[in-house]
């Protein structure tokens, strides 16, 4: 164990943990319904009407501060919805350190949130302690699968609970590749246990980008393993597309929506905005949309609502 | 070095270089996407600096309308080339801009900025720095009259006191109000201001020269009796501890010092 790591654990009196090794939470997470990203743009309307919103995913870094209005502001939309983490700073993929700090951070909020929970992506952010602050491409080999798998185990242990990693958009791929993006997906989950996070229009954007059928990428991901699923818009630059996030979800994702609900049956679906934000109320009519397709293909496992949620009846499929 | 530490060594140089073209880094990409993979790696390299530039533009908006977008667009992007980011968190990137400022040719010709920036970034510290309890005004009731002497006090986690050579702060005002912006000046004597945060909101005024003096001293535990004394040397003696009192009680109202 290296100093930081034990230095870390050492902080870390909240922990329980056995003789033989820390007790991680590998449970799979239950059903949530239908989401929004949770934005500062949109609390008074929350706050005030209280909206058709199933559960909210906050930006972990956003809330990873010492106090004030944010995390007044989220302790508020916690007692009234169900939220889950989602991070973009792990850099599970990265060969530089693991930063203790950043993880001893991250726990301290779920301590404070409890999330059904924690997310971040398949990537890395940097090595030789900088910070590049996107989600960077890794190439698809047995290297780089023992690598990132090690590190998983290592945060998992920490956090004391499966992490759930998404896939993210790329613009580039590695040549010495040994493996589609999909099945590097499916042997890091099957082998650390993490549960993913499907983003549809990462699949449609990574498909387009690469000239590959986004089909095979679902055909590609075991179905046991997907908690939940982005939905979100990109920007067309004509020969390929960037993952803005500053677009309504459009019909070929909803389409692949589709695709996807056949294969995985009901996972917590959200719609992710970033920019370009508009008010409340279209994202929660996109919403419903989603939630309209996913009850009209799922007839049979009645999807919890709005409803439901205020009746408390979260996460009875 | 591993692979693919080799690997992710030579791709985040190249974003950090910003070089176009074709290099080892190129080589390493699959061509066999429709558009040319030096356009695709160009996404990566063109958000990289861009980002950076949004995230230190929306820390420092009033700089950014008083400098004009021209201005601080290209010394965002300077900073940026000097400053790779070192935090998880962005909300911390912009945190040496204003000795960037300071120090840098040709902004630290205009102190002002590097003030305004200052400004900013205790402003925006205090928005968001750990929770305390507030002294209040009633808390001091019990307190009995022999005790006053040695009362002592703590400020608010969220307060920052420093000084400004400039009219740093007016600029900022008025940019923020959208008023007529005064020029700049320089001071020849500094003028201390304070930040911190009242319930939730940021605030910012100045200090006068004894304010600020019995704060320092306050702050660091010098006691009730003590700041009277001080003050009688720096102004009208029999006066002194009615004017302690009243900074004391705009202290206490405005929320500045804990429990």
């Known amino acids: 164990m290296s100093r930081s790591l034990r230095a870390a654990r050492e902080k870390d ?13 590998f449970a799979k997470p239950a059903f949530l319904g ?106 698809y080999t047995e290297e780089a699968l023992r690598h990132i798998s090690s590190r998983i185990h290592q945060v998992q ?137 996913a009850g009209d293909l799922l007839p049979a496992r009645p999807l919890p609502g709005a409803q439901d949620r205020q009746d408390g009846n979260i996460g009875s499929v | 070095m591993s692979r693919l530490a080799q690997l992710q060594q030579l791709f985040q140089d190249r974003i950090l270089s910003g070089t176009p073209g074709c290099d080892e880094v190129i080589l390493l990409l699959s061509d066999s996407a429709p558009a040319p993979v030096v356009e695709r790696l160009g996404v990566y390299t063109n958000a990289y600096k861009a980002r950076l530039i949004e995230i230190v533009a929306n820390d420092h908006e009033n700089l950014r309308a008083y400098m004009g977008e021209q201005l601080f667009d290209r010394m965002a992007s300077e900073y940026v080339e000097s400053h790779p980011s070192t935090t998880p968190n962005a909300r911390w990137y912009s945190a040496r801009l204003p000795l960037f400022l300071a120090r840098t040719d040709p902004y630290r010709s205009w102190p002002q900025m590097a003030e305004i920036a200052c400004l900013a970034a205790a402003l925006n510290d205090a928005f968001d720095c750990e929770d305390a309890g507030v002294m209040r005004l009633e808390d001091l009731a019990a307190v009995k009259p022999e005790d006053w002497a040695e009362l002592r006090f703590k400020p608010h986690p969220s307060v ?82 009615a004017r302690v009192a009243s900074y004391l009680a705009g202290w206490l109202n405005a929320g500045m010092l804990a429990e």
Request: with cysteine; proline share 7%; net charge negative.
């Open chain 1, 34 to 139: 239908f989401g929004l990203g949770l934005r500062s743009e949109h609390y008074s309307e929350i706050f005030e009407h209280n909206p058709p919103v199933d559960w909210f995913e906050v930006l972990s870094e956003n809330f990873m501060v010492p106090g004030g209005s944010p995390l007044r502001n989220l302790d508020r939309v916690r007692l009234d919805y169900p939220v889950v983490m989602h991070g973009v700073s792990l850099s599970i993929a990265s060969t530089g350190e693991l930063n203790w700090d950043y993880l001893r951070d991250l726990k301290s909020l779920a301590v404070r949130l409890e999330p059904a929970w924690i997310s971040d992506h398949l990537c890395w952010t940097g090595v030789h302690d900088v910070n590049l602050h996107d989600l960077l491409p890794i190439p």
């Open chain 2, 160 to 241: 920052s006191c420093f000084e400004t050579r400039t009219n740093a702060l007016a600029i900022w005002k008025a940019v923020k109000s959208n008023n007529d912006v005064p020029a700049p000046e320089i001071r020849r004597q500094p003028l201390p201001v304070i930040v911190w945060r009242q319930e939730l909101t940021p605030m910012v005024r100045h200090f006068d020269a004894e304010e600020a003096m019995l704060w320092k001293e306050g702050s660091r535990g010098i006691p009730f009796g003590t700041l009277c004394e001080m003050s009688a040397t720096f102004d009208r003696p029999h006066e002194a501890a």
């Open chain 1, 13 to 25: 009196a909240g922990s329980s943990r056995s003789e033989q090794g820390p007790a991680i939470d």
């Open chain 1, 157 to 293: 242990d920490y956090l004391g609970r499966a992490l759930v990693l998404e896939n993210v958009s790329t613009y580039v791929e590695f040549s010495e590749s040994e493996m589609p993006e999909w099945e590097f997906l499916a042997e890091l989950s099957r082998s650390t246990g993490c549960w993913l996070l499907l983003d549809l229009n990462n699949v449609y954007v990574n498909a387009r980008n690469h000239g590959y059928d986004a089909v095979r990428f679902l055909d590609g991901v075991p179905a046991d393993r997907v908690v939940q699923f982005h939905l979100a818009g990109h920007s067309d630059m004509g020969d390929y597309l960037i993952d803005t996030h500053d677009h309504p979800v459009c019909e070929e994702v909803f389409e692949l929506y589709r695709m996807a609900l056949h294969r995985f049956g009901p996972v917590s679906t959200m719609i992710e905005r970033d920019d370009k934000i508009p008010p409340l109320r279209e994202l929660v009519a996109e919403l419903d949309r989603a939630r309209r397709i």
